[in-house]
């Protein structure tokens, strides 16, 4: 009874102040040498605090316009006093600002019935760390004044993604389910249809996200990890042992939403660290070798107990659920993306609410395990017949040992780019230098030619899958001719080059696929 408590308070939490939700302010932020121009659209019946209003840098350090527009006093609804706002479409150019400077711009504004989030807009600072001071300006306005056409996330079938190359187009949009609204702009669904309908899609989006290709190999494997093959000894502990591997699911993919969060770094990086598959590939191991019988561990072992044979321990179950959520975090869905903005805005002004939403995510991951757990209780019962499982769940785990350990091998030894992207018929530029990438994004500018950039990295197994059943197909092929084609090779998301360039397009997660003109 407490937990249900404990989860109808964090609920209230989220609800609380759901119509502050959303930007009605149209910002848009160009960027060319030294100077920064901040163009604003203000709606009627709104206003922003002049106070509020502030382009900084990393050190903290705020930069003055040359000119401020016309402001107005109002007596502030929230503290009773004389504030100076901006009630009008304004624009404001910011000089001497150093062109490494790695910009952020807040803002705050309200309107006659309610105040709105506090917001924040990154602007990166100038691309490469090896061009000169006048080359990476240059790589920056290039970026600056593309403008983004279409943007997807996740992996998209044949159809999904011509729909997706038609929409960015210019061609009418198809009529949209409620949750397609929500993950294509979750903060404007929460303010148009409330938290409650939001709060339903993210725990179906987890259910959802078993089926990724990052674990629907491994369901097999999680079911033999609680008990599959022989009873669970009653319905009873089948479900507590399938609770405890959903509760680890729960709780490390919530954290791994909460860093995302809090720190801003993009989702789904951690198999770009081949310490992180070494150590999953180890796990593997001993998984295997105990199914092989080489030595005994817990979710092995049969304890006899009022004549029911029992399996499965609980510890062996919370671990594989956590090992679950990190390898689920490589699959980047839709879902995810959608989770994390909504998250992130909400959590500007309600904190504990923003990090709550992540949690929800992994408890609709969780949410099949307790009664795949209660249902292998009726199982047959353990005999002979469980050796050849248990070899066959073995050849499976060791197959996953070797997998991991290549991305390891990779990482520790990574391939040049060229060999990556061999027989890859379009640009590709490495992430770590960003080669080529403003040279080819100018050219394509003055010959009219829209780009088309996919975000992706050898480690990434949904742009993998997009490449072998996306990509190859003929139609898709043709429709992307009278495109640039770039392929972005984001290997390490956290390299300071390339980190620049995924916060410019507002890259979250791979595969991303962004269009430009």
């Known amino acids: ?48 605090y002049a106070d509020a209003f502030v382009l900084s840098d990393e050190a903290g350090k705020g930069y003055v316009p040359e000119e401020l527009p016309p402001m107005e006093e109002i007596i502030d609804p929230n503290s009773g006093k004389p504030k100076g706002v901006y009630a009008a479409s304004f624009r404001m150019l910011f000089s001497g600002v150093p062109v490494e400077a790695a910009l952020t711009l807040s803002y705050w504004g309200c309107n006659d019935s309610v105040c709105f989030i506090p917001q924040t807009r990154e602007v990166g600072v100038a691309i490469g760390g090896q061009e000169t001071e006048q080359e990476a300006a240059t790589m920056q306005v290039t970026l600056a004044t593309e403008v983004v056409r279409g943007k997807a996330v996740g992996f998209l079938n044949k159809a999904a993604f011509l729909r997706f190359l038609d929409e960015s187009e210019g061609g009418e949009k198809q009529t949209r389910s409620a949750f397609a609204r929500f993950v294509e702009d979750p903060v404007r669904f929460v303010s148009e249809s409330g938290l409650l309908l939001a709060v339903l899609f993210i725990l179906v989006g987890g259910l959802a996200l078993n089926l990724t290709p990052c674990i629907l190999p491994m369901i097999p494997i999680n079911l033999a990890i609680i008990g599959a093959g022989a009873q669970a000894g009653s319905k009873g502990r089948g479900f507590a042992l399938g609770a405890t591997y959903g509760v680890g699911i729960a709780l490390v993919y919530g954290l791994l939403g909460v860093a995302v969060v809090l720190t801003g770094s993009q989702f789904g990086t951690l198999q770009s660290n081949p310490w992180f598959n070494a150590a999953i590939a180890l796990i593997f191991v001993v998984l295997a070798l105990a199914m092989f019988g080489v030595f005994t561990i817990d979710f092995s072992s049969l304890q006899k107990g009022g004549g029911v044979a029992k399996q499965g321990s609980f510890g ?70 469980m050796e050849g499982v248990k070899l066959f769940f073995g050849v499976m785990i060791l197959g996953f040992a070797v997998y991991y350990g290549s991305l390891s091998y990779k990482g520790f030894a990574p391939a040049s780019i060229a060999d990556k992207a061999a027989a890859m018929d379009y640009l590709t530029v490495d992430g770590s230098t960003n080669e080529g990438l403003a040279e080819a994004l100018k050219q394509a500018r003055a010959n009219g030619q829209p780009v088309f950039l996919d975000f992706w990295a050898s480690w990434c197994k949904n742009c993998k899958a997009m490449d072998t059943r996306t990509f190859s197909d003929a139609d898709v092929q043709r429709r992307l001719e009278p495109y640039l084609f770039i392929k972005y090779v984001a290997e390490d998301p956290t390299d300071p080059d390339t980190k620049r360039v995924m916060e410019q397009y507002g890259v979250q997660g791979l595969p991303t696929f962004v269009i430009v003109q």
């Open 1 to 48: 009874m407490r937990t249900w408590v404990k989860v109808l308070l964090l609920f209230g939490c989220i609800f609380n102040g759901w119509a502050q939700f959303g930007d009605p302010f149209g910002v848009e932020i160009s960027r060319s040498g030294e100077q920064v121009v901040v163009e604003v659209v203000v709606p009627e019946a709104h206003y922003l």
């Open 316 to 385: 062996v179950a919370l671990s594989m659920g956590a090992v679950a959520a990190l390898l689920a975090g490589a699959c980047v869905a839709p879902v995810v993306i959608a989770v994390l903005l909504l998250a992130t805005n909400v959590y500007a002004t309600q904190p504990v609410a923003g990090l709550t939403l992540p949690f929800l995510l992994g408890l609709g991951m969780a949410l099949p395990w307790p009664f795949a757990g209660a249902g292998l209780s009726f199982l047959p019962k353990p005999g002979r017949w």
